[in-house]
C-alpha cells in the first residue's frame, strides 16, 4: 500500500497543462480558460486496445450522464504508425467536429514499436527519422484537437512484463515523445502512468493493494493490457485526478471504486463545491462491440 500511495503521489505531482493554442515555447501558452460550468462535460477517448481498458474504467466510475458525456472511440489494433489500417488524424478531425468534446483523451502506442517506411524511406524505431515523422504525427493530433478548442490528456503507456511482446525500453521511448510533445503544445499536458502499475520493489506487478486492504488484479496475463475492473478502474481514477489538477474538472469517481480515496481531495472530503461531479454512472457514446478487443 505505501508504494500505492508513493506511486500516487508521483502521479499527482505532475505539473499542470498550458492553455489552447498550437505549439508554443514554454512559458509562452496563455492562462488555461476556466473549466465549463452548469453544462455537462464531453470526454473524447481515442487510442488503442489499452484506450479501450482506459474507456471500460470511465465508464464504471464516471458521474451521471446528465453530467459527463463519455464517448468510447478506442480502436483495438489501431496506432499511429499504420495509417493505411486507421488513419487516427484522419478519424479524430471527424471526432471532434461530430462530438465537441470538452477533452480528448489519448491512450495509444501499444502497436506503435515498430520500425516504418515514410515517403519511400525506412524510419528505423527510435532513429532520428522515425522521432521526425512519428513525432508529427502525434503533434497533429495535439493540433488537431486543441484547435477544436479541447484539451488534451496522454496518457503514457504503462510499464510491461518481462514476458510480455513489447520491450520497455521501446515503451519508454515512446512515452519519452508523448511527454516532449505535450510540453510543447498548449492546452496539452502529459499524465504518465508508469509508476501507478509497479509493485513495491519497482517493475511490473500483476496485482496491487487497494487503499481498504484488497490485493486486486490490475494487469491482464499477457502482461500488456490493463486489467478489468480493478485496473481498467485504477487507470480512470488517475484520469480523473489529472483533470482535476490540471484544469479543475471535479470529477468524483463512483462510491464502488476501489481506488476511490486516491481521488482528488474534494472528493474525499465528500464537497460538492466548486462544480464537483458526484459519482455514478457515466453517459456512453459510440461505444465499440462491448467486449474486450485485443491488439
Known sequence: MAALLAAWAAVAGAGPARAHGGPCARGACPAAAPAPARRSLTLLVVGDSLGEDLEYGLADILPP??????????????????????????????????????????????????????????????????????????????????GAKARVLWVGLPVMAPWSVLANRNIETLNALYAAQARAHCGVSYLSTWR????????????????????????????????????????????????DRTWGFHLCPAGGDPWRRLAAAACRIGARSRGTLAAGRGGRGRAGSGGRKRA
Open 65 to 146: 450522464a446528465d453530467r459527463v458525456h463519455l464517448v468510447e472511440a478506442a480502436v483495438g489494433s489501431s496506432g499511429l504508425d499504420e495509417p493505411q489500417y486507421y488513419d487516427w488524424p484522419v478519424h479524430l478531425a471527424l471526432d471532434l467536429v461530430r462530438d465537441r468534446p470538452d477533452v480528448v483523451v489519448v491512450l495509444i502506442g501499444a502497436n506503435d514499436t515498430l520500425s516504418f517506411y515514410q515517403d519511400g524511406r525506412y524510419a528505423a524505431f527510435g532513429g532520428a527519422l522515425w522521432r521526425r515523422d512519428y513525432g508529427g504525427r502525434v503533434a497533429r493530433m495535439m493540433a488537431e484537437a486543441t
Open 196 to 243: 501507478l502499475f509497479q509493485g513495491p520493489r519497482g517493475g511490473f506487478t500483476p496485482a496491487l493493494r487497494a487503499p481498504d486492504g484488497q490485493i486486486l488484479t490490475v494487469r491482464d496475463p499477457d502482461g500488456v493490457h490493463i486489467a478489468p475492473a480493478a485496473g481498467d478502474e485504477l487507470v480512470a481514477t488517475a484520469v480523473l485526478a489529472a483533470l
